[in-house]
């Protein structure tokens, strides 16, 4: 039987070619995590032997051990980059995975999202020893639509005062830059006043750690959840919400198209979308909109 140590020298080549290309380290290791699973599924074979079969077995099991259709999909996009890598490296001649078909996924899902004085008392129950920290951090995602990642590379010289703007890295190394209302300009300044002490002097990050370093996007998420459990204490409505941090950049992207004045080009760019598709499922709008709009409506109707 093959060991999985046979397989190290490709799996290498393969985290090499990931970091020459700038994937991000979350990337790097969940792609790594699905192609060892998938090597380790056929430890008799060497990849130069694995067929199409190969990887639809093991992508079944994967399904049978709980994972949904879009866990399947990237389990899948993981296994066919390795197999376009080896070609790449002239380990092979031909990808086994290219033709084997994605998991049809639910497209314009109507995601969570919290109506515009809801975010506003979410803030308000911030109640934490880094509470100025902690309320920017929330505002960023529910009002500028970061990303937990964005906020966690957020750094001191990203934050242009003197434009108004913040300068974000987003998916795929790609930055844009987003204005900031004047409200959130005075808070980010506020901010960086109780910046705690970096235990490095050279560290240049927005968000520090009450241990001096960089805030982690675990961290990061930490601060989105107690929020988050302390506003739903209080307002029973939103308990069988799934609330997450990631939920208030569902519910930024929501509440400005929801004010009519925004089109999806331009939420597009604000959201850090490569695809415009990506940002249609936030065209859903509130059922009070729905039947604010109504009301407009005066039907003509013939006597009957």
Request: charge should be positive; include cysteine.
């Amino acid at each position: 039987m093959m060991a999985m140590d046979d397989h190290e020298e490709q799996l290498d080549m393969y985290l090499i070619w990931l970091k020459d290309r700038g994937y991000s380290q979350d990337t790097q290791h969940g792609y790594m995590h699905d192609v060892r699973a998938f090597l380790r599924s056929h430890p008799s074979k060497p990849i130069s032997s694995l067929r199409k079969i190969d990887v639809m077995s093991h992508l079944t099991k994967v399904r049978m051990n709980g994972a949904g259709d879009r866990a399947r999909n990237r389990s899948l996009s993981a296994i066919r980059l390795f197999f376009k890598v080896m070609i790449e490296f002239e380990q092979l001649e031909s990808n086994p995975a290219m033709d084997v078909p994605k998991s049809k996924v639910e497209k314009n899902k109507v995601p969570a999202y919290m109506e515009p004085e809801d975010v506003g008392k979410l803030l308000q129950v911030v109640d934490s020893r880094y509470r100025l920290r902690d309320i920017a951090i929330l505002s960023l995602m529910a009002y500028c639509g970061l990303r937990v990642g964005e906020v966690h590379r957020l750094n001191l010289n990203d934050f242009q005062v003197q434009a108004g703007q913040l300068a974000i890295l987003g998916k795929g190394r790609k930055w844009r830059y987003i204005p900031l209302p004047a409200s959130m300009i005075a808070l980010m300044n506020d901010c960086l006043e109780e910046r705690i002490q970096p235990r490095r002097s050279q560290e240049n990050a927005f968000f520090v750690s009450r241990l001096g370093r960089r805030m982690s996007k675990r961290a990061i998420q930490d601060v989105c959840e107690k929020s988050l459990d302390s506003f739903r204490e209080q307002h029973p409505d939103y308990q069988d919400m799934p609330l997450s941090s990631h939920k208030l950049r569902h519910s930024f992207a929501t509440n400005l198209l929801a004010t009519g004045r925004v089109d999806l080009r331009t939420l597009q760019e604000l959201l850090g979308h490569e695809d415009i598709s990506t940002t249609q499922i936030y065209t859903h709008v509130s059922d009070h909109a729905k039947k604010e709009a109504m009301t407009t409506i005066q039907p003509l109707l013939p006597a009957y």
